[in-house]
């Protein structure tokens, strides 16, 4: 079984930044594209951004793009999202996920517990 533990998140004022993380554990399995979702309230999960297991191929969703950057270390494990320049409609609990590269939540068998990240005005 693969464990997946996000941090991070918190609350941060419009324009401003963060780091997530996403710490893996467990049996390894292959090599998985690592992926962040988000899932803003009375909304559904959505992907936001994806890096393959080399790190050579990184996917974003358009609303992200030029402000967020993913990336990995596979020697600790561990994915990274940098977001800059946040925007009130960022506030949502950010995923961690593994598995096979898509946008669509049901490709990625293992999932963090998820960090809130809350962007005010």
């Known amino acids: 079984q693969v464990q997946l533990v996000e941090s991070g998140g918190e609350l941060v004022q419009a324009g401003g930044s963060l780091r997530l993380s996403c710490a893996a554990s467990?049996?390894?399995?292959?090599?998985?594209?690592m992926a962040w979702f988000r899932q803003a309230p009375g909304k559904e999960r959505e992907f936001v951004a994806a890096?393959?297991?080399?790190?050579?191929?990184?996917y974003y969703t358009d609303s992200v793009k030029g402000r967020f950057t993913i990336s990995r270390d596979n020697a600790k494990n561990t994915v990274y999202l940098q977001m800059n320049s946040l925007k009130p409609e960022d506030t949502a609990v950010y995923y961690c996920?593994?598995?096979?590269?898509?946008?669509?939540?049901?490709?990625?068998?293992?999932w963090g517990q998820g960090t809130q990240v809350t962007v005010s005005s």
């Open positions: 996920a593994a598995g096979a590269y898509s946008g669509r939540p049901s490709t990625y068998p293992y």
């Open positions: 467990g049996r390894t399995f292959g090599r998985p594209t």
């Open positions: 890096i393959t297991w080399s790190g050579t191929n990184t």
